[in-house]
Each structure stands twice: as structure tokens, then as C-alpha cells.
């Protein structure tokens, strides 16, 4: 009966993310009238190639009279997005066939930059009303549902007839289609789709015109579309390109609160499924198993120890209650650990405040850069907490230099981020992409972390300072008692690298789906079973813990501080050989700089990782050990 009620709960909390989400600013609809203008925006080139994100007009395209940079959010600008302006403008619900954007002469160094980015498999973002363009195709599976790519390629490789040469071609004519949902009674519209196919045409004409340009391959009054025979585009220095443009308008059933779907289907949502409950399988038998032997042997032992009357039967008893006077002697670098248990309590109320926030569909893929922003903004004001934590348990260590920890405290995480962050962004700089933060942004950053989090992180340390100290329940002796030879299994390494094993495990399908939103240009947006995970994941890291540090503890062994923290924060290690495996199975990244843009962010990812589950594992060692002492006479 239980079971089958969890089973409920479960599946409730999988449902959550389909629940349709209330509008917010800036993605509510917008109904249109029929020739109202639309203007389609441009955003960055992008490559699963390269990782390095260009601005638009970085190729020769046309260019607007003016280039106008669309309000961007913190979020927008770390993921190198760069939204302006195009020359591509439409009237709602009125067809047009064969508009000519402009006419451009590559010159070398244009020429050179198109082939560049054409060998690199770049691909252009446009959008319109908010909504990404994409370019349908047939479901792998010959289901008649369409399955959309994001954005559309720059050009292609090819070889003439008879020629061995390979050649670059543009894809210069673009097909869009608007599809659009109308209120019948109004005779409004909303958008609710926009596709495009893309050609490669080789136009010609007999005079230019610049005002009203005629084009013999292609005729605007007979709307004909260019014969498949025609020849395509090539890209060299000197050629002239026409880039002409069709839009058709399509009305469509899907409702505007869902026009997102067809972005968002999964070619594999089966497997993820199976993967979920799979782990989350694996993960209660674990727990069911672990919570037996720790009840059984743990309440034996005390109703045991509790029951030695003479004090020559305690002196022969072996096991955890012997390092009572010890179990609680401050572990050496105390102060390190104080900084790196407050680092992992803030990360951890980051993740957790995200994730409902996502969670309530605020922020969906729609709504662009928001969870980038959520997340910097909140580390931000989580700083109060990681102050709090960590001087609570440095004044349960009887230190002195308190201010000294709170300032490793605000300034040791962040500070190796910012570094290597740093590094990142000179290399992606040097590469002109527009992936490369400007200085005003990381002065922002800068302005975020020194005028906000750090004095929040003070603030919390001095409330965590005003407060009694922990108390220890049993008394620590003057002199350290001698740690008895361990077996080999005991040996911190072999213990500390079990310890990741679990945790990781339960991660790493989702971990796979992560990689690919964020390496493979997909959206990522099924929280809800993020969100499951997560609460896997802290459960395996304190389980595994507590039975690890239990077993250490039977053998004697009393330095448990660091060695809590290291066994959970060991899954960072597989998390970090994992992602080398992705690596090479899954990309196609040949560029140096791209290589080490993503080891480095993964560096960055695996030590955070380190940090949050590290801290997890510390608190339920912690209070595990506490649990247990307060439970036993000790004479």
C-alpha cells in the first residue's frame, strides 16, 4: 500500500514541469493584426564544433541602416548571446515570394571568414515574437511528428560534376514560414511557429536595380520557386551574392501556451524514463538495506554498551564507543574545512532555489538567459548562509581567527572560479568571439561578488559568532589516542574513492542529458526530473557516507572530519572522468581553444560538484556521529 502511494507521489512531482506555466514579463502573447510589420531578430552564429559563439555580422550579411543590440539580461551576455536586428522584415499574414535582401562582393578576408565558418558546421539563430528558428525534420523513428534542428547552417561543402575539388557554398535564399494561431472572433493572431529552409542559388539578373532589383532565377509575380537543376552559391573571393528571402504564413491549431512543444520534443524520452526510475530503483534497495544494517547493528551496539556494567568488560570492548574521547578532537586545517563546508551550504541553497524557480516554469527555455541570471544573482545572496555555517562550526573548533575564515570564506571559492573564468574568457577573446564577456560585464560580476556577497558573508558569520557554540556530547581527551593499524579496504584513498561511486551513479544519466543541452546546442527543461535526481543525489551522498564513517569508526579510526567530506565529494572525480568520455565520444571538437573552453568549464562544474556533495556528506557524517555519542553512557 505504501509503495504504491510513493508510486502516486512520484508520478505527481514527474507531472509537475507539464502543468503549463502563468506568462511573465517579456514572454506574455502578443496578438497581431494582419499587415502589422514584423522584424526578425538576429542572434549569435553557433557551433557544436567549435563551442565559440560569433556575432551575426561578424560574416558579411546584410546589415539594417542601423544596428540596434536588443535589451539582454546578465544571462544572455555569459551565454554569448547577441540579439540585434536584421534586415528581414515581413507583414503578418501576407505572403511574400522572392524579396531581395541586398547584393555583397566577398572580398578575401570575407570569403575567407564564410569558408572558415561553413567548415566549421556553424549554424545562424534568428528569432521572432521570442520564438527560435528552426529547421523541421522527420522523426528518426517514422512517426509523422517533426522534429525541429536549431537554427540553420551558414553553407555546405560540395563538388561539382566531374570536379574532384571540394568547394564552399552559402546558403543565401531563405524560405521561412510563419505559423500563426487566429482568434476567430477578433481576427487577431498570435505566433506560434517559424521555420525556414534554406537554399543555395546562384542568382542572376540582367541590370541591377538597386530600388526595385529584378532577378531572372527567381520571379516575385508568378511566385515560381528556382528549378532544382539551378546551380548553388559558391563562396570565393570576388564572387557576388544575392541573399533573397519567401515567407508563407500558415495558420495552425497549436494554442500559444504550447507552441514551445515542438522545440522542446525529445527524440529519447523513453530512456529517460527507464533511466529515472532505474536509479531511483537501485537507490531505495540501497537505502532499504542501509537503513537495516545501521538499526540493527547501531541499536545492538548501544543497547550492548548500555548494558556493561563493569568497567573491565568496557576496557575489552572494541568498536566506535572506544574513540569517544577522541571522536571529536578539531581535525587539522580545521579552518579549511569551515570555509569549504559555508562554500558547499551556499552552492547547495543555489541549487535547491533554482530548482523550484525552474520547477514553476519561470524559467523555461522562453525566457532567455533566466537561468543563468537566477543562478549568479542567487550564489550571490546565499553568501549570508555560507558566512552563518561556516563560523558556527569554527567556533565549535575554538577558533580564534574567525575574520581570517570568513574571508577565505568569500574569497576562496569564487576567487579560483573567477581565475579560471578569466583564462577563458582572454582564450575566447582571442578567438573574436562574441562568447567573450565585454568589461562591463565582468565588472558587473566583479561589482556582484565584492559589493554584495562578500559583506552578506560577513553579516552571517558574525550572527553564526553571536550564537553558543555547539556543544560536543561527550568530552575529548587531553592526549590522542594511537590509531590502530588499518586493512588495506580502510585505507582513506580506497574508502574515499568507493564513496563517489554511488553518487555518481545515481546522476549520470541526467548528467548525459545535461552535457547535451548545454555542448550540443539542445534546450534543457525537464526539471522535474532534475529535481528528482537531486534529491537522489543527497541521499546517496549521506548514506554513503554514514555507513563508510561508520566503518571507520568500528576500526578505530577517528579522523572522520575531512574524510566524510572527501568520500562524498569523490563523485567530482568520476563526474570530471566522465565528462573527458564525453569528450571523445560525443563531440566532434577538433580546435585547441575549444578543447580547453570545455575542460576548463567542466573543471569548473566537477569542482562545484565537489564542493555540494562534499558539504552533503560532511553534515550527514556529522550528525550521525553526534546521534550516536549522545545515545551511550559514557562513565
Known amino acids: 500500500m505504501e509503495m504504491g502511494s510513493f508510486t502516486w507521489i512520484l508520478f505527481a512531482l514527474l507531472l509537475i514541469p507539464s502543468v503549463e506555466p502563468f506568462y511573465l514579463p517579456g514572454v506574455a502573447p502578443r496578438d497581431i493584426q494582419r499587415g502589422e510589420p514584423l522584424q526578425v531578430k538576429v542572434n549569435k552564429l553557433s557551433s557544436t564544433k567549435t563551442q565559440l559563439p560569433y556575432d551575426y555580422y561578424f560574416l558579411k550579411f546584410c546589415k539594417p541602416k542601423k544596428i540596434v543590440n536588443s535589451a539582454e539580461n546578465l544571462g544572455e551576455v555569459l ?23 541586398c547584393r555583397q562582393t566577398l572580398d578575401e578576408r570575407s570569403a575567407k571568414n564564410f569558408k572558415e565558418k561553413i567548415e566549421d558546421e556553424y549554424r545562424v539563430n534568428m528569432i521572432l515574437d521570442n520564438l527560435p528558428v528552426a529547421v523541421p525534420k522527420q522523426r528518426r523513428d517514422a512517426s509523422q511528428s517533426k522534429v525541429y534542428e536549431h537554427g540553420y547552417r551558414v553553407g555546405f561543402k560540395g563538388k561539382y560534376a566531374g570536379s574532384k575539388e571540394e568547394k564552399y557554398f552559402i546558403n543565401n535564399h531563405l524560405s521561412f514560414k510563419v505559423m500563426y494561431h487566429l482568434d476567430p472572433e477578433t481576427d487577431f493572431a498570435r505566433i506560434v511557429g ?42 570565393d573571393t ?39 526510475i532505474n536509479s531511483l530503483m537501485i537507490v531505495l534497495f540501497l537505502s532499504g538495506m542501509v537503513a537495516m544494517i545501521m538499526m540493527r547493528t547501531l541499536y545492538r551496539d548501544i543497547a550492548n554498551y548500555n548494558q556493561l556494567e563493569t568497567q573491565d ?20 586545517n580545521s579552518s579549511l574545512l569551515c570555509v569549504y563546508v559555508g562554500t558547499g551550504v551556499q552552492i547547495f541553497g543555489m541549487t535547491l532555489v533554482t530548482m523550484i524557480f525552474a520547477l514553476l516554469g519561470f524559467l ?70 562574441s562568447g567573450a564577456l565585454p568589461f562591463g560585464t565582468m565588472f558587473a560580476l566583479v561589482l556582484l561578488w565584492f559589493g554584495i556577497s ?76 532534475l529535481f528528482i535526481v537531486f534529491l537522489i543525489l543527497l541521499i546517496t551522498c549521506a548514506e554513503i557516507t554514514i555507513v563508510l564513517c561508520y566503518f571507520q569508526l568500528c576500526s578505530e579510526d577517528y579522523h572522520w ?13 568520476y563526474l570530471f572522468l566522465y565528462s573527458i568520455f564525453y569528450f571523445f565520444t560525443k563531440l566532434e571538437i577538433t580546435k585547441l581553444v575549444s578543447g580547453i573552453l570545455y575542460f576548463g568549464y567542466m573543471l569548473i562544474g566537477s569542482y562545484a560538484f565537489f564542493v555540494l556533495t562534499g558539504t552533503i556528506g560532511f553534515y550527514a557524517c556529522f550528525w550521525f556521529v553526534r546521534k550516536i555519542y549522545s545515545s551511550v553512557k559514557i562513565d
Open 238 to 276: 570576388g564572387k557576388e551574392i544575392v541573399f533573397t528571402y519567401d515567407v508563407s504564413f500558415e495558420s495552425s491549431n497549436i494554442k500559444w501556451a504550447s507552441r514551445w512543444d515542438t522545440y522542446l520534443l525529445m527524440n529519447d524520452d523513453q530512456i529517460h524514463w527507464f533511466s529515472i
Open 313 to 332: 568488560e568496557a576496557q575489552e570492548e572494541t568498536g566506535w564507543k572506544l574513540v569517544h574521547g577522541d571522536v571529536f578532537r578539531p581535525p587539522q
Open 561 to 573: 572530519w575531512w574524510r566524510s567530506y572527501l568520500t562524498a565529494g569523490s563523485s567530482a572525480f
Open 79 to 101: 551565454r554569448g548571446d547577441r540579439i540585434e536586428n536584421s534586415v528581414y522584415t515581413f507583414k503578418m499574414r501576407e505572403d511574400q515570394s522572392c524579396k531581395v535582401a
Open 454 to 529: 562578500v559583506p552578506l558573508v560577513f553579516v552571517g558569520s558574525y550572527l553564526g559568532f553571536k550564537k553558543p557554540p555547539i556543544e560536543d556530547p561527550v568530552k575529548t581527551n587531553k592526549i590522542p589516542r594511537q590509531v590502530p593499524e588499518q586493512a588495506w579496504y580502510m585505507k582513506p584513498i580506497f574508502s574515499v574513492l568507493i564513496g563517489g561511486i554511488l553518487p555518481f551513479g545515481a546522476v549520470f544519466i541526467e548528467l548525459f542529458f545535461i552535457l547535451t543541452s548545454i555542448w550540443l546546442n539542445q534546450f534543457y527543461y525537464i526539471f522535474g526530473f
Open 194 to 235: 517559424f521555420e525556414v529552409t534554406p537554399n543555395s542559388i546562384n542568382h542572376e539578373y540582367k541590370v541591377w536595380d538597386e530600388k526595385n532589383p529584378q532577378l531572372v532565377t527567381c520571379n516575385p509575380s508568378t511566385k515560381t520557386m528556382i528549378q532544382g537543376s539551378t546551380v548553388p552559391q559558391e563562396v
Open 364 to 433: 523555461s527555455p522562453s525566457n532567455r538567459g533566466g537561468l543563468m541570471t537566477a543562478m549568479v544573482l542567487l550564489w550571490v545572496f546565499m553568501g549570508i548562509f555560507a558566512g552563518y555555517s561556516s563560523s558556527r562550526l569554527y567556533k565549535m573548533f575554538k577558533g580564534t581567527e574567525w575574520k581570517r575564515t570568513t574571508l577565505k570564506t568569500a574569497f576562496m571559492f569564487p576567487g579560483i572560479l573567477f581565475s579560471i573564468f578569466f583564462v577563458l574568457n582572454a582564450l575566447i577573446w582571442g578567438e573574436k568571439s
